[in-house]
Nanobody, 116 residues
Framework: QVQLVESAGGLVQAGGSLRLSCVAT????????MGWYRQAPGKQRELVAT???????NYADSVKGRFTISRDDAKNTVYLQMNSLKPEDTAVYYC??????????WGKGTLVTVSS
């Protein structure tokens, strides 16, 4: 089993920055992809960004150029640097780890609120 714990989110003014982290504990071998998703009130959960074991990244169009995902495998941690935040970025952010075998694990989520 893998347990994922996200860092605290918070309240940020529009245009500000915030960095989220998610650390995995437990059986952390064979983690292929790490990613961040978000769910705004009344909306479905959506992909924000993913990063493969080889460092390939994928971003939602809405965050390209503003958010950066990175990973530190030695620390079993994935990061999400969020810059130029907008009120529409307000959501609960979840990290997700996927093993090569396909098993997925989710964090419990952390709330990011961007005020205008």
């Amino acid at each position: 089993q893998v347990q994922l714990v996200e860092s605290a989110g918070g309240l940020v003014q529009a245009g500000g920055s915030l960095r989220l982290s998610c650390v995995a504990t437990g059986s952390t071998f064979s983690i292929a992809t790490m990613g961040w998703y978000r769910q705004a009130p009344g909306k479905q959960r959506e992909l924000v960004a993913t990063i493969s074991s080889g460092g390939n990244t994928n971003y939602a169009d809405s965050v390209k150029g503003r958010f950066t995902i990175s990973r530190d495998d030695a620390k079993n941690t994935v990061y999400l640097q969020m810059n130029s935040l907008k009120p529409e970025d307000t959501a609960v952010y979840y990290c997700k780890f996927t093993r090569y075998a396909g098993m997925t694990y989710w964090g419990k989520g952390t709330l990011v609120t961007v005020s205008s």
